[in-house]
Structures are given as structure tokens and as C-alpha cells.
């Protein structure tokens, strides 16, 4: 099992930044890609981001790319999101997960975080 625990959202006005944190316990974090999603008021849930396990490819959602950075450091069991330039169109709970392997698809992930809302102001 993988524990992931999200922080960091808030509320925030748009053209601003924050940046979310996924701390993981349990199994080791490193062997993991992490992955992060949100779900908008009456919207299913989205891809945002991935990184693969060791750190060293990432992919983004098209809507992010130039915005949002994904990242980790395994020493801390900790992954990020970075999000800059923040719109209310990203306004959702923002969720962080676990695969074994670098993935998009929402299916392929194990372990999910509980999520943390991010709600950003016009």
C-alpha cells in the first residue's frame, strides 16, 4: 500500500501561483510514477500531470503545458505540482496518485490521494 496525502490548495486570484505537495508513505515511493488529476464541479476527473518514477520524463495535459510543472523528490517521498498563471477555469480538487508506470490513463493508477481544493478567484 501507498499512502498519499495532498497539500498546499487554497484560493488564489487569478495570474497567481501555488504549488501543490503529495506526500507518500508506506511502499517505496521511488519505484512509483506519480501522477496528478482534478475534477471541476460536475466534470469527471482530468489528467494533468506525470513523472515518471525516477524524475526524468514528464507529461502534461495539453491545457497545462507552460503552466503547471510536475516534479519530485524522492529523498523526501514528496511529488509537486507547480502551477503558475492560475485561471478559474482551474478551479477543482486537485488529486495525486501512484502507477507503476508512466500513464495518462486514470485507470492505471493504484493508490489515490484524498485531494486538496484549489479554487482560483476572477
Known amino acids: 500500500q501507498v499512502q498519499l496525502v495532498e497539500s498546499g490548495g487554497g484560493l488564489v486570484q487569478a495570474g497567481g501561483s501555488l504549488r501543490l505537495s503529495c506526500a507518500a508513505s508506506?511502499?517505496?515511493?521511488?519505484?512509483?510514477?506519480m501522477g496528478w488529476f482534478r475534477q471541476a464541479p460536475g466534470k469527471e476527473r482530468e489528467f494533468v500531470a506525470v513523472?515518471?518514477?525516477?524524475?526524468?520524463?514528464?507529461s502534461y495535459a495539453d491545457s497545462m503545458k507552460g503552466r503547471f510543472t510536475i516534479s519530485r523528490d524522492n529523498a523526501k517521498n514528496t511529488a509537486y505540482l507547480k502551477m503558475n498563471s492560475l485561471k478559474p477555469e482551474d478551479t477543482a480538487v486537485y488529486y495525486c496518485?501512484?502507477?507503476?508506470?508512466?500513464?495518462?490513463?486514470?485507470?492505471?493508477?493504484?493508490?489515490w490521494g484524498q485531494g486538496t481544493q484549489v479554487t482560483v478567484s476572477s
Open positions: 508506506g511502499r517505496t515511493f521511488s519505484n512509483y510514477a
Open positions: 513523472i515518471s518514477a525516477g524524475g526524468a520524463r514528464t
Open positions: 496518485a501512484a502507477a507503476v508506470s508512466l500513464t495518462v490513463l486514470e485507470m492505471e493508477y493504484n493508490y
